[in-house]
């Protein structure tokens, strides 16, 4: 079956860096998206990987390695807004999107 | 219009009665999806249109679920004789292209939330 992993929940402190991790097994792939969603408001795009390697966006960086089907989320410089859930999803080989069910993370003074 | 929309954004609904949720896409986006999403979980696919054309519909959990897209644009989630297993919210989302032709970025929508007493 198909499978998406990753923490239920995290703690981080303002300021501070964290790091969601994202493990995926699954019939093919064809890229790993993050997405981000706040409490009752719809997921907004964060990063696409689909080759090896490790995308930078401003204080969001996304890491991916195919061989190991592993993904990581990395934030830096928390700020109070970054608290929200973060959403892994893989493009299988028929291009449907698994999701993961979330980790939410809560960052603190 | 800018984004994704969709409504009600909230409905409540006696158990049997039947529940119609539109979603409007971004004007030119070629696929949509709906998705059901529990609390603290991530969204479960429904279904997939291509156009007017419904590619995949296994997400539908009974065939009390049915969603349409007739004019290739503005869809309907369709939910008969509501359960109260039938309460999440329902998220659509479009792309603007096929998946396989691009990223496959989502836009979504912010959601119907179905409460069925």
């Known amino acids: 079956g198909q499978n998406i992993d990753q923490p239920t929940e995290m703690t981080a402190t303002e300021g501070a860096i964290v790091q969601i991790n994202c493990t995926y097994q699954?019939?093919?792939?064809?890229?790993l998206f993050w997405y981000q969603q706040h409490a009752g408001e719809a997921p907004t795009f964060l990063s696409y990987n689909v080759l090896d390697g490790l995308e930078e966006k401003g204080r969001f960086s996304s890491f991916l390695s195919r061989s190991k089907g592993y993904s990581y989320l990395l934030l830096k410089e928390l700020q109070m807004k970054d608290s929200a859930s973060y959403l892994c999803a893989v493009m299988d080989s028929n291009y449907q999107l698994i999701w993961g069910a979330g980790t939410k993370l809560i960052i603190k003074p | 219009g800018a984004g994704v929309s969709q409504s009600p954004r909230y409905k409540v609904a006696k158990r049997g009665q039947d529940v119609a949720l539109r979603c409007d896409p971004i004007?030119?986006?070629?696929?949509l999806f709906w998705y059901q999403q529990a609390l603290g979980q991530g969204p479960e696919f429904l279904t997939y249109?291509?156009?007017?054309?419904?590619?995949?519909k296994s997400g539908l959990p009974s065939d009390r679920f049915f969603a349409e897209r007739p004019e290739g644009s503005v869809s309907t989630l369709k939910i008969q004789r509501t359960q109260q297993e039938d309460s999440a919210v329902y998220l659509c989302?479009?792309?603007?292209?096929?998946?396989?032709?691009?990223?496959?970025?989502?836009?979504f929508g912010e959601g119907s939330r179905l409460t069925v007493l």
């Open positions: 249109f291509q156009n007017e054309a419904q590619l995949d």
């Open positions: 989302a479009s792309s603007l292209g096929d998946l396989a032709g691009g990223t496959g970025e989502l836009f």
């Open positions: 004007s030119g986006h070629v696929s």
């Open positions: 699954t019939s093919g792939f064809n890229g």
